[in-house]
């Protein structure tokens, strides 16, 4: 690959020895080398009118891999990167229109083939979650410069249906306040805030600066649709440090209150029992966690806030949002949710939140932070939550698990939330095989099986979605156990159990469940298996789970077999339906 031209120049004359690059910014992008063997190093980079920025990376003289940093703010400045580690690291540093390795980007062999991962580094919780004029806005917990957790700086990625994602240049950076910790945003339409105009409205974003004294809230704002994001130069604007006595203090969750019930343009009413943020007399609300729960702040120009009140029993991100109760707009409960999927129904008048039944939970297993985006168009409430999966060593670790919605149902326990796969999803399925008939585990582990070694029309045998997946493209199946006379059964995928139902200690793997009519023997699942990661929906979503998919199981003398294998003794298997999921970055 051509490399710019750099003026190096060697200085010694820190206290830490330090290496400095200085060159002019002509390119998109600048690559640098990276190994998870070095330790982490003091990285400067400095440019006139750009803000000083001081990460930790592992420039390495013998990468393993490379990450990028977008040099879009950069262009045409005279750009400095001081480094207190080895010289000879920062010389293979290099700019290029293009990011090293972009040929195979998200076709290396562990990339989620339909779920956000980011291009390079790492990835945790979303943040500001939003539509706003046709795109989806998902911003995320980002480590650019390696694939393990540091330097926080939000990402960001923009996707016109919540499936297919572009990703964007990052936008929130490490500054003197703290590293960017998360947050969410608001699109602030009566330019409350002033940060915009009555014809340009912001959208206006909080989040959490953290540094080792404490972490405090900060905001900024977009006028340019959520690409690029100015800072407040009255930042922070919360410092709960004192009052709390605590470190802890993070993740603000805005939304206006009222939500109002006015449909847009061309929207049904009926359909639509709530929206934030859509015009009326009201005021901004902000959830933050505090010490052991969440606490709720209210301001009327989003610069401003008043503690309100707090419910104990809450860690990290924090949502709070109303849903009708089977749909009914007469009967609205606000649900108040933390970073574990565990969450409290109640009610809300806009400054306290009264929880009325909890904690209850809906969702186990890898999903954590995660959010629900505001101003969906449509009004409903979708969620999408983190997974840290490894992704065994590629130059990015972490990923976003599938958009779901979220209703409350009346269930025979109480009104819960029921989370499913959003309908959008659908449009990547490609039939491969149904079944109406019921087939004993036998007939059922054979279809499948014997559908795992033809390739699809068109497509090489190697590239078959079913021949152990992890070099396909996904999997969704659909279908319904039926225990006639087992205890126990389930399913397993190339060795790794996906579903394992005890009826005598109603657990699915490991965790109580109990169908809604208890005298069911059956269960239905919904799994959506993508190359390094498994999603199971229970019973039309009234229950799921998620984890990483391992590599095929067993050991060379004694491989677990390829494919699917219902287990169980007297069972059948009824309704299934196989459907190869198509990749979002074709
Ligand atoms: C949750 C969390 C948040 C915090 C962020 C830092 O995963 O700990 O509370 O804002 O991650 O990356």
């Known amino acids: 690959m051509k490399r710019s031209l750099f003026a190096l120049v060697a200085l010694f004359a820190l206290s ?18 990276i190994s998870q063997q070095e330790s982490r190093r003091r990285l400067l980079f400095q440019a006139k009118g750009v803000d000083d920025l001081s990460v930790v990376a592992r420039l390495s003289a013998a990468p393993e891999y490379w990450v990028f940093k977008d040099l879009t703010a950069y262009k045409g400045k005279t750009l400095t990167l001081t480094f207190e580690g080895d010289e000879k690291a920062l010389l293979l540093v290099y700019q290029a229109d293009t990011i090293r390795d972009a040929s195979t980007m998200y076709r290396e062999e562990y990339r989620p083939q339909f779920h956000f991962s980011s291009r390079r580094g790492w990835l945790n919780d979303p943040n500001g979650c939003i539509w706003h004029d046709g795109l989806y806005h998902l911003y995320y917990q980002h480590n650019p410069f390696e694939r393990e957790w540091e330097n926080m700086t939000w990402g960001h990625a923009t996707s016109p249906d919540l499936l297919h994602w572009t990703e964007q240049a990052p936008v929130l950076f490490p500054d003197t306040l703290g590293t960017m910790y998360s947050g969410s945003a608001v699109f602030d339409k009566d330019n409350t805030s002033g940060f915009g105009t009555k014809k340009n409205p912001p959208l206006v974003y909080a989040y959490t600066a953290d540094r080792s004294e404490k972490e405090v809230q900060c905001i900024a704002y977009s006028l340019d ?22 470190h802890d203090t993070r993740d603000p969750r805005l939304f206006w209150w009222p939500p109002s019930n006015s449909p847009l343009k061309g929207e049904d009413k009926s359909s639509l029992p709530l929206r934030e943020g859509w015009g009326g007399s009201g005021w901004w609300v902000l959830v933050l966690n505090e010490r052991n729960g969440h606490s709720i702040y209210t301001s009327d120009n989003l610069k401003d806030w008043t503690y309100q009140s707090h419910v104990n029993g809450f860690w990290e991100c924090p949502d709070l949002f109303p849903l009708a109760v089977d749909g009914n707009p007469s009967d609205v409960r606000w649900v108040m949710y933390g970073a574990s999927n565990t969450y409290m129904i109640g009610s809300f008048d806009g400054k306290v939140f009264t929880p009325e039944s909890g904690k209850h939970r809906f969702s186990t297993g890898a999903i954590y932070a995660a959010q629900t985006f505001n101003d969906v168009p449509d009004g409903r409430r979708i969620q999408i939550g983190w997974a840290n999966f490894d992704h065994r060593g590629m130059p990015f670790r972490g990923q976003m698990l599938l958009p779901t919605e979220l209703t409350l149902r009346t269930t025979k326990d109480g009104v819960r939330l029921v989370s499913k796969p959003i309908k959008e999803v659908a449009s990547l399925l ?66 790794q159990t996906l579903i394992d139902y005890d009826l005598n200690r109603n657990t699915l ?76 970055w074709d």
């Open 16 to 33: 830490v020895q330090a290496a400095e690059l200085s060159f002019k910014v002509k390119c998109k992008y600048l690559n640098l080398p």
């Open 225 to 246: 649709g959520g690409m690029t994001l100015h800072k407040y130069e009255g930042n922070p604007v919360i410092d709960s440090h004192d009052k709390w006595q605590t």
């Open 430 to 495: 490609k039939p491969l095989y149904s079944c109406d008939k019921a087939l004993n585990e036998q007939e059922a582990n054979a279809a499948l099986r014997t559908l795992s070694n033809s390739p699809l029309k068109g497509e090489k045998q190697k590239a078959s979605p079913l021949r152990g997946g992890l070099e396909g493209s996904g999997l969704h199946l659909h279908a319904t156990l039926n225990l006639t006379y087992a205890t126990s059964a389930g399913l397993k995928l190339d060795g």
């Open 509 to 584: 793997n490991g965790q109580f469940y109990s169908p809604q009519d208890p005298t069911s023997l059956s269960l239905t699942m919904d799994i959506y298996i993508d190359r390094t990661s498994v999603e199971v929906f229970i019973d039309d979503g009234l229950y799921n789970y998620s984890m990483e998919r391992k590599k095929s199981l067993g050991t060379p003398q004694n491989p677990a077999p390829k494919g699917f294998e219902f287990w169980g003794s007297d069972i059948n298997v009824t309704n299934i339906q196989l459907d190869a999921v198509k990749s979002i």
